[in-house]
Nanobody
Framework: QVQVVESGGGLVQAGGSLRLSCAAS????????TAWFRQAPGKEREFVAA????????RYEDSGKGRFTISRNSAKNTVYLQMNSLKPEDTAVYYC???????????????????WGQGTQVTVSS
């Protein structure tokens, strides 16, 4: 069982930045895929960004391209989501997910991720 814990959410004004962190109980980021999803009130969960570290594959949802960056610190077993130029429509609960043996086309598929965190709230005010 892999424990996944997100942190770093908060309230920020439009145009501001936040960095979310995802800490995993096992240091296996080198062989796993890690993703960020988000869910706004009344909306379906949607893909934000993902990385398959062993293959060097990174994928972003279109609205986050150029604004969001996924990265990792292997020594700390932590993955980050740097979010810049935030917009009110980025307001949501952000979830980190970890999965095994994903292929690049599967990175945006929530059903392929086995372990999920509890989520961290991001609120962007206009």
């Amino acid at each position: 069982q892999v424990q996944v814990v997100e942190s770093g959410g908060g309230l920020v004004q439009a145009g501001g930045s936040l960095r979310l962190s995802c800490a995993a109980s096992e240091g296996a980021f080198g062989t796993l895929a890690t993703a960020w999803f988000r869910q706004a009130p009344g909306k379906e969960r949607e893909f934000v960004a993902a990385a398959r570290w062993s293959g060097g594959n990174i994928r972003y949802e279109d609205s986050g391209k150029g604004r969001f960056t996924i990265s990792r610190n292997s020594a700390k077993n932590t993955v980050y989501l740097q979010m810049n130029s935030l917009k009110p429509e980025d307001t949501a609960v952000y979830y980190c997910a970890v999965g095994y043996n994903l292929r690049q086309p599967e990175l945006a598929d929530a059903g392929r991720y086995r372990y999920w965190g509890q989520g961290t709230q991001v609120t962007v005010s206009s």
